[in-house]
């Protein structure tokens, strides 16, 4: 009797010990958060701008970070790296020549002309048919390209426009889409200097340099003609003088792929219980930043060193506490700023499947709190996680402002549009954003370590409690006709993103907003957006100035490539959200 009493009680202390025994969560400190940041923000990490020597030095210093915690390696091959493609690339290989056909002596590269570096790698032999600037302006009447036959040539055309065609404007893909189109193997593009492979990135599938006017001078030689005669002809005339000139050259490219590549960067705590371990909560931040910006460091210790700073904190401390039910993943994702790039790429690679990711916490400008409350949005983007925040933010005492939508420029939204419920952190912009004073010393310590704090009492509840429901809520980008009747015309919105600092001359969007203007056309990440309506577009300004005077509600013709293929469609614009 006194035996069977006292086995009970014997097992309620071994539970009760072994519960004491589990170690509390303890948050990051605020020397300890600061101290990282520093670290992110030093000369050496160069601004930490994405494919770029400072930015690998950052991912790696992380990597150690997290190998130092304890985390298990979630990238690519046991590695803590996730590598992706920030831009495409090409160096020049051997074989790459120009030269007239049956000559011995060929141009000299890098001097005389160079490839373009989204050529295509062939050979082509054949005679030279010169087509002026290579322009079609119907407003104008004038076609370059309709009074000579092009079909399995080689064009040479002229840089630039039609000095009497005022106001006309045209581009080197502009160029080379029309060469396509008029059936020549391959384009040569005189100028007066010659662009880098990384400024001719952008593919189009047509064998393609720019060439000096001595170089092309060379060439013509046995022609008897000479560039400046055939541009005083074309000036005089004033009407196109295009035809065939009898020379005949062999061009070949051959370049090797030399993409600029980035990483993000993944630690994983697996979960411990058998039931819940193949479901995963995400905790990420991005870690780069703009890098040098016309020789100025942008050091990034708000955006994003301060989340990236409180992940690798958090890291440390679940480590230290041991596994939760669920599986936690830390995700630094790189390549944000040019579009959201390295969240994109992990959306479609995930450590553990986007079906099974609980919910997403993105931290992304967390170090200026001070005495305002801290944002946490998208608290409606998962039933349940609503009450999830207030009762942590309760318990510490934090002061919160709750926002139902999880729409923004972060990295979460990539986890939201593919079906993940999130969370975004924010403390607010401010007037070093993306500007050289955005300095380690100006932030808030204290209050990241308060941000961290509630973001680890939100993960432990969520590791280990209810799953919450994915909701699909409403955009706030209403289309036009949804608002025609407010009266007032808004400005115009298409729906795309690109790295405004990428150094080719096209504009390759990296981000395509869903359900937007864009969208809807059929556009897609890794286009390159060439013209918009009459108006060229080679970077984000001549996207901005081709829609400043657009409202919602105009239709648009766009012309674009994808695969070095040129297509057109339309597009109806948006109101700005």
């Not at 593009?189 to 593919?203: E, G, W």
């Not at 934090?398 to 952190?425: I, K, N």
Request: proline fraction near 6%; charge should be neutral.
């Amino acid at each position: 009797m006194i035996r069977r009493g006292v086995t009970p009680l014997v097992v309620f202390l071994l539970l009760a010990s072994l519960a004491l025994a589990r170690p509390t969560l303890v948050g990051p400190s605020a020397s300890e958060l600061q101290a990282m940041a520093e670290a992110l923000t030093a000369p050496a990490m160069e601004g930490r701008r994405a494919g770029t020597p400072g930015g690998d030095l950052a991912a790696r210093q992380i990597a150690d970070w997290l190998k130092e915690a304890g985390l298990r390696p979630g990238g690519e091959d046991g590695s803590f790296f996730q590598s992706f493609v920030v831009a495409t690339g090409a160096r020049i290989a051997t074989g790459t020549t120009l030269r007239s056909a049956g000559g011995n002596t060929p141009l000299e590269v890098g001097r005389d002309w160079m490839p373009h570096g989204g050529s295509l790698g062939e050979l082509v032999t054949g005679e030279i048919v010169f087509a002026g600037y290579g322009v079609t302006a119907p407003e104008a009447r004038y076609d370059d390209w309709a009074g000579v036959d092009a079909r399995e040539r080689i064009a040479l055309v002229l840089d630039g426009a039609p000095p009497h065609l005022s106001g006309h404007s045209t581009i080197r893909l502009d160029k080379l889409i029309a060469a396509r189109r008029a059936g020549a193997r391959a384009l040569l593009i005189v100028a007066d200097r010659l662009p880098t492979l990384v400024a001719t990135s952008a593919s189009v599938r047509i064998v393609s340099g720019t060439i000096t006017a001595a170089g092309a001078d060379a060439l013509l030689a046995p022609a008897g003609v000479s560039t400046k005669r055939l541009a005083r002809a074309l000036a005089e005339r004033r009407a196109p003088a295009s035809r065939a000139l009898g020379a005949r050259v062999e061009l070949r490219v051959a370049l090797e792929p030399a993409d600029r590549v980035a990483v993000n960067v993944i630690g994983v705590l697996p979960g411990a219980d058998p039931q819940r371990a193949a479901e995963a909560v995400v905790l990420g931040a991005h870690y780069d930043h703009l890098g040098l910006v016309r020789g100025t460091l942008h050091p990034g210790a708000d955006d994003n060193a301060s989340g990236t700073a409180v992940v690798v904190a958090l890291a440390r401390s679940f480590a230290a506490l041991g596994p939760l039910d669920r599986t936690l993943i830390f995700a630094l994702f790189g390549a944000e700023e040019i579009g959201l790039v390295g969240s994109g790429h992990y959306v479609r690679q995930p450590s553990v499947s986007i079906e099974r990711t609980v919910a997403m916490l993105n931290f992304d400008m967390v170090g200026r709190l001070g005495q305002s409350p801290l944002t946490v949005a998208g608290v409606e983007s998962g039933r349940g996680l609503r009450q999830v925040v207030t009762d942590a933010a309760a318990a510490q005492s934090t002061s919160v402002t709750l926002r139902d939508a999880p729409f923004g420029p972060s990295d979460h939204s990539r986890f939201y549009d593919a079906g993940a419920p999130v969370l975004f952190f924010h403390t607010g912009s401010h007037a070093d954003y993306h500007r050289p004073g955005d300095t380690a010393d100006k932030l808030d310590a204290t209050g990241m370590a308060r941000v961290a704090l509630l973001g680890a009492h939100i993960a432990e509840r969520l590791a280990g409690g209810a799953r919450p429901t994915y909701v699909a809520l409403p955009r706030p980008s209403p289309r036009w006709h949804e608002r025609r009747e407010a009266g007032a015309a808004a400005p115009a919105f298409l729906g795309v993103g690109a790295d405004a600092r990428d150094e080719s001359d096209a504009l390759r969007l990296t981000r395509i907003v869903p359900e937007s203007a864009a969208a809807r056309a059929g556009l897609r990440e890794g286009d390159i957006l060439v013209r918009l309506g009459d108006r060229t577009v080679s970077r984000f300004e001549d996207l901005t100035a081709a829609l400043r005077g657009r409202q919602q509600g105009d239709e648009v013709r766009l012309l674009y490539l994808r695969d070095g293929v040129e297509h057109e469609t339309s597009a109806t614009l948006d109101a700005r959200p």
